[in-house]
């Protein structure tokens, strides 16, 4: 019954490697984010999808791309992957409305790039 | 100066006493304000949210907002071991985006 669930949970990868993280929620949220969390726990916003649209797209490296297929699913592609990549990724939902409602935070992808 | 900032901790308290975290915000045109608890290796739990200048209880826990000062708290009571945590503070801005910004935490212990 988990309501955001990411894979994989741990992802342990090379400089220059493609990789993919995924997300999907079961809540009947119309709006999904990716957040990553470096060292320090400070969670910065990367994208933000609202019914399969882009509606935040934050300074973040073209080699970040996301997509999601639909509303329930939002998935995260890294190109040629970097030290600096190595973080956690949060997957997060929300439900629309005035912005009154927080967020369901997935369990998160713990990055690392050696 | 940064969009959200929470006092800078480590706090640390006795069980049974009050913590009270603190957050600031510089976009006056803030909506929405959101407590996040985290707790070690694991993903961040909204405990509260409020929207209106006040005090808003829900079990230990009060938030209280203060538009005017831009200024959101929140208080714990009775304050017990299984509390420590870090403590995000969320604010939301006047954007249809629904996008939540983040301060950089309070790291919470009680002790025994």
């Known amino acids: 019954d988990t309501a955001v669930s990411q894979t994989p949970k741990y992802l342990v990868t090379q400089m220059g490697n493609d990789k993919s993280i995924k997300c999907e929620q079961n809540?009947?949220?119309?709006?999904m984010y990716w957040y990553k969390q470096d060292s320090k726990k400070f969670l910065k916003i990367m994208f933000s999808?609202?019914?399969?649209?882009?509606?935040i797209n934050e300074t973040v490296p073209n080699r970040f791309s996301p997509k999601s297929p639909d509303k329930a699913h939002l998935n995260l592609h890294i190109n040629s992957l970097e030290l600096g990549d190595s973080a956690v990724y949060f997957c997060?939902?929300?439900?629309?409305?005035?912005?009154?409602?927080?967020?369901?935070f997935g369990s998160g992808t713990r990055l690392t790039v050696v | 100066q940064k969009e959200v900032e929470q006092n800078s901790g480590p706090l640390s308290v006795p069980e049974g006493a009050i913590a009270s975290l603190n957050c600031t915000y510089s976009?006056?045109?803030?909506?929405?304000f959101f407590w996040y608890r985290q707790y070690s290796g694991k993903s961040p739990e909204l405990i509260m949210s409020?929207?209106?200048?006040g005090d808003k209880e829900d079990g230990r826990f009060t938030a209280q907002l203060n538009k005017a000062s831009q200024y959101v708290s929140l208080l714990i009571r009775d304050s017990q071991p299984s509390d420590s945590a870090t403590y995000l503070c969320?604010?939301?801005?006047?954007?249809?985006?629904?996008?939540?910004?983040f301060g950089d935490g309070t790291t919470l212990t009680v002790k025994p």
């Open positions: 997060a939902s929300r439900l629309q409305g005035q912005g009154r409602y927080g967020y369901t």
């Open positions: 409020i929207y209106s200048n």
């Open positions: 969320a604010v939301k801005g006047n954007t249809n985006a629904g996008k939540s910004t």
């Open positions: 809540l009947g949220h119309d709006t």
């Open positions: 976009d006056r045109g803030s909506q929405s």
């Open positions: 999808y609202n019914n399969k649209e882009l509606i």
